[in-house]
């Protein structure tokens, strides 16, 4: 009996996708906690149910309906050399960034992933234009993210699951910093996100520029309290 499998990812590729999923990736996103501090403060986030419950929400109805999506229609623009298109999804992300905070992150974060494209892939002329086209916008994250990956040849889902992973990654990380949560605990919550995120990957694949949407009331409202908390680790 015959199965058609797909080809296995070149190694090289596959090494790219986990250095962008890497918290040690030099762009500062272990310095954020995206509403999460806060919402440990003012939610009544307590213990490890409730936490790995509140990221789950945010994987599904932030990540896969908003940043997921986008990075999915990002990539294919930069492999086209769209730049129009890439121009419209990184205004996007600008547009929809609910509070000061969050808009800062995105584009700290952005500036970030371009200086480090830029330093990586100083001989690379087929890639180059690109990196200034992404330096010149001013650059958000997500579109960052995308034009890194795109320098692979993964498949868009194999993109956003190794982006997935990365989020959850920080955010469960801010979550042992913020409160008192074990190793242990963490790795459980960890477990229940990387068990969601194929599915929230599909979704965001499937999603039309028209579908993608970014409205999440709470999280803007615990980010704006976070920007007066009186105490706190983390940038958002």
Known sequence: ?????????????????????????????????????????????????PVGDWLLDQLHITQARGDMALIAKAVGAWRRADWGHVR????????????????????????????????QHQGDETLMPAVRHLAALPPTYPVAFALAASTTQAPVRDVLLAYAFGWAENMVQAALKSMQL??????????RLADAIPTAADHAIGLMDSKR????????????????????????
């Open 182 to 191: 074990g190793q242990s605990a963490g790795q459980r919550i960890l477990a």
């Open 213 to 236: 949407q970014a409205f999440s009331p709470m999280l803007a409202i615990l980010s704006a309290q976070h920007e007066t908390q009186y105490s706190r680790l983390f940038r958002s």
């Open 1 to 49: 009996m015959r199965f058609d499998r797909p080809a296995p990812l070149p190694a090289a590729s596959f090494l790219q996708l986990m250095w962008l999923a890497s918290p040690a990736l030099p762009v500062g996103g272990f310095s954020y906690s995206e509403g999460l501090e806060s919402a440990i403060e003012n939610a009544g986030l307590a213990s490890e149910t």
């Open 88 to 119: 419209e999804l990184n205004d996007w992300v600008l547009h929809t960034r609910e509070t000061s905070e969050l808009r800062l992150q995105t584009e700290q974060m952005g500036r970030s992933m371009a200086d480090w494209l830029r330093n």
